[in-house]
Every structure is written in C-alpha cells, then in structure tokens.
C-alpha cells in the first residue's frame, strides 16, 4: 500500500518545499516532451490519413463512418493531450487557482457515472462492466472545485478503462468527517504503472518509460490536481488482482443546508 499526504487546505499546493522544483523539472524534461511531440504527431497524421481516405470513392459507406470515427477519437486525444499538459503547466505556475463553489456531490457523481457509462458504448468496451457505489445522502451540498474534482475522477477513470480490457471497473465515492472520498477499482493489470505515476516524487523518471503519452499525462495531472488541493492518494491491489486508487479531498458542508445532508445508511450500488 502506498500513500501521499499532503497538509490539507494548503493553497500554495505544489509550491511548498520541492514540490515546485519536482513539477518544473517535470514539464521541461526533454523526454516528456519528447513524448508529447511524438503523440502529437500520430494524431495529426491519422487525421490527415483517414481525412483522405474518406474521400476515396472506392470505400463503402460504413467504411468512411469509421473513417470519420477515428479522426473524431485523434482529435479528442488531441485536446485531451493539450488540456492536460497546460493545466500541468499552470500548476507549476502557480496562475491556476481554486474555484470554490457549492456543488450537489451527489448529483455530481451521478453525472460522472452517467458519463462513463456513454463513453464507454461510444468506445466498445462491451467486456468491462462498470459499477456505481455510493452512500451518498440524496442531497449531499460541499464547497469543493468542481472542475479540478470532475477532472481528477475522470483521468483515474480512463486510466483505468485503458488498463482493462474485460471485467470490471468500480466507481464509488464516500463522505464523512469532512471529506470527500472517490475511488476507482478495476480488475485490470495497471498496477505496477499506475501507482509509480500518482506516488512517485518524480513522475517524470517513470513517465519516459511508458509509451503511451496521453494517458501518462492522465495520471500525472491528476497527481498534481490532488496535491495542490491539500489531498491525499493511496494506490493498492485488490481481490480481483486489479488496481484500487483512493483519493480524498477536503471539503467544507454548506452550514445552511446541513439539514438536508445527513450522512446515508444505506449503500446504493448500480451497474
């Protein structure tokens, strides 16, 4: 079992002790971007390869629809790969700060899982089952950055979808004592890679040796959001020889609307 802590609510995150140097030498490493060139080149020649093809009068109709598929997919990978990147570059420069809002936790997550669920049918991961747990009141208000929160969840999500190629991924979150907690387990082989990219302190060693940039970038910008959100990671191995990551955030309860929040009793599980 591996863990990071970190002081919670401390805003100058990653810029405390050598957190800033860690970072900085991360987005100027030569090979990290190295292997941002590189991917960004695959995608740029598939969307002109497959954007020439469809042109091509000899390919049937369904034939261009995958055509068009795929130069869809390059261009999200693109922009994913692009939004990752300069969100980690803001981080170490520290111009990107917190955006605290009142948020409905619990409809939050719902829409996540909803997400996923679509992402999923869109890609054709029919061989991986995915599993909402909760045990969320029906109305649960925390004043939390919801768009770093929703991004954290969704990197650890499509990390592991890309680690798991039939089985399952759980997706759950818990609420208790001022903090929030979401995990994400699969039955996947991710391990060994996962846990070095999120509790590694120099993420950039071990990101040169995976050749998969976007999803590298993945998990290092979620390791980063974690941080400089005062949070905590803890990465294992579970029953099903899978990765579970847990990551917990503090969080304050609106004090209006604690009368509508208390903690549920029950355990809701959807699949």
């Known amino acids: 079992m591996f863990e990071i802590h970190c002081n919670a609510r401390n805003e100058t995150g990653l810029k405390a002790a050598n957190g800033h140097e860690k970072l900085d030498k991360m987005i100027n490493q030569q090979n990290i971007i190295a292997g941002v060139s590189h991917e960004v080149r ?6 002109v390869a497959f954007s020439y093809l469809i042109n091509n009068e000899r390919f049937s109709e369904s034939e261009r629809r995958e055509f068009t598929e795929q130069i869809i997919s ?4 693109l922009i994913g790969l692009f939004e990752n990147y300069f969100d980690t570059a803001a ?9 605290l809002r009142e948020t409905d936790v619990t409809s939050l997550f719902e829409s996540l899982t909803s997400d996923f669920r679509v992402f999923m049918r ?5 061989n991986v089952v995915l599993i909402q747990e ?7 208000i925390l004043k939390i950055d919801t768009a770093r929160m929703t991004r954290i969840v969704n990197n650890l999500f499509r990390n592991a979808l890309d680690n798991t ?6 997706v759950g979150c818990t609420w208790y004592d001022d903090t929030i907690t979401f995990y994400v387990k699969d039955s996947g ?18 990101h040169s040796e995976s050749q998969d940039t976007y999803s590298a970038m ?25 990765t579970s990551v847990f990551v917990s955030l503090p969080a304050r309860e609106s004090s209006a609307l604690k009368i509508l929040t208390g903690t549920s009793s029950e355990n809701k599980i959807a699949i």
Request: hydrophobic fraction near 30%; aromatic fraction near 2%.
């Open 42 to 47: 695959t995608q740029m020649n598939s969307i």
């Open 74 to 77: 390059s261009c999200e990978q």
């Open 91 to 99: 981080l170490e420069s520290g111009s990107a700060t917190e955006n």
């Open 122 to 126: 869109k890609k054709g991961h029919d």
């Open 134 to 140: 909760d045990n969320l009141p029906k109305k649960l």
């Open 165 to 170: 190629l039939s089985g399952f991924i759980k």
């Open 189 to 206: 082989q991710g391990y060994p890679r996962s846990s070095n990219l999120l509790l590694s302190d120099n993420p950039e060693i071990l």
């Open 218 to 242: 993945n998990l290092i910008l979620a390791r980063n959001l974690i941080l400089a959100m005062g949070g905590r990671i803890r990465v294992e191995n579970n029953d099903a020889g899978g």
